[in-house]
Each structure stands twice: as C-alpha cells, then as structure tokens.
C-alpha cells in the first residue's frame, strides 16, 4: 500500500513551513503527520545533504509518494532537482509538485514538464553570466575600477608609507586609520611591488 509524504522546507528559522502544509491539504492531499518532514534549511545545501531529507530518503519505500509545494524545495539548483527526482523515480517513488498542477514529476509528462523548467532555468542562468560579463567589460572600458573602493586615500596612503619607513609598526598605522593589519600590508606590498617593477 502506498503511503504519502509531505517534505516542506524554508530556508530561515524566522520562516515557518505551515503555508506549505496547508497548500498542500487544501490541494486535497490527506498526509498522516508522521509523514511531514519539515526543515529549516538554506537551499543552497543539496537535498541529500540536508539531515531531516535523507532520513526521508531512508523511510521512503516503492510505491510511496512525496508531495512537495515547489520544484525548488527539492534541491539547490535545476540539477540538483534533476538527480533528487531521478534517485526516488529509481526507487520507485513518485513525486508531485503542486506548483505544476500536482503533476507527477517521475511520470512522462512529468519528465517532460522538468525538463522544459530545468531548460529555462539553465538558459536564464547562462543569460544572466552573459549580462554580467557583457556589464563588467563595459565598466572596464568606461574606465571605472572594479571591486571595493581602497580603505585608505592615495594621500593617507603615501602618508602610512612615509610612517612605515620611519619605524612605525602596522598595527599602529592601522588603528590609528582605523583599518585592518592587511589593508596597511596590502599598501605596502603594493608599493614595494611597483619598485621592483
């Protein structure tokens, strides 16, 4: 007899998985409670690392169902959604995603529905990388600098080199800057790299 499983996720303690529980008995799903598994975990971790997911992943038997209110409480990235969808469907386990009006994503429509989402997401992802280079290589040429500003000006650095020479120690020059021990090295190292080039 097949049983079915809730797995609801947030990725905050702050946050609670209780809209989740809902949306799902409201889709007329009726799931004994000691079949919830609810976790407060960032999605970042993939699914099987996550501890209250792979002891699901021990309990789940063939035949069983796992419901789930989004694709993306499933893993980290398309990927991750991928493998964790194709290790249950291997076991024999289907899985539902509301999201995709409860299709069950180990059935062919299913597949086909995932694979098209996967696409997408890929291909926003690679569009994204490309705006952003396409972003950087444009600010290089504007001529802007990248990265954090320096923390200290060109006038406190010349400044901390003259102080540096004359004896003074690192920690000093950085707290009377109030920077840090590397920013102060960072200034020095940069001027001592100039000369010997």
Known sequence: MSRTFIYARV?????????QIHEIEAAGFAVNQRRIVTESISGSVAATE??????????????DV???TKLDRLGRNAMDVRAT??????????????ALGGVDLTSAAGKMNMGVLIAV???????????TH???????AEGKK??????????????????????????????????TRQS??????KAEGAIHV
């Open 121 to 131: 997401a890929e291909f926003e992802r690679d569009l994204l990388i490309e705006r």
């Open 184 to 189: 102060i090295m960072r200034v020095r190292g």
């Open 11 to 19: 990725s905050t303690a702050d946050q609670n998985t209780d809209n």
């Open 134 to 140: 396409a972003g950087i290589a444009r600010a290089r």
């Open 50 to 63: 996550r501890p209250q997911f792979a002891k699901l992943l021990d309990r789940l038997e063939p035949g």
């Open 146 to 179: 990248m990265g954090r500003p320096p923390a200290l000006t060109e006038t406190q650095q010349a400044e901390a080199l003259q102080r540096l020479a004359a004896g003074e120690s690192v920690s000093q020059l950085a707290r009377d800057y109030g920077t």
């Open 66 to 68: 796992l419901i789930v």
């Open 85 to 98: 969808v194709e290790r249950l469907a291997a076991e024999g386990v289907r899985v539902h995603c509301l």
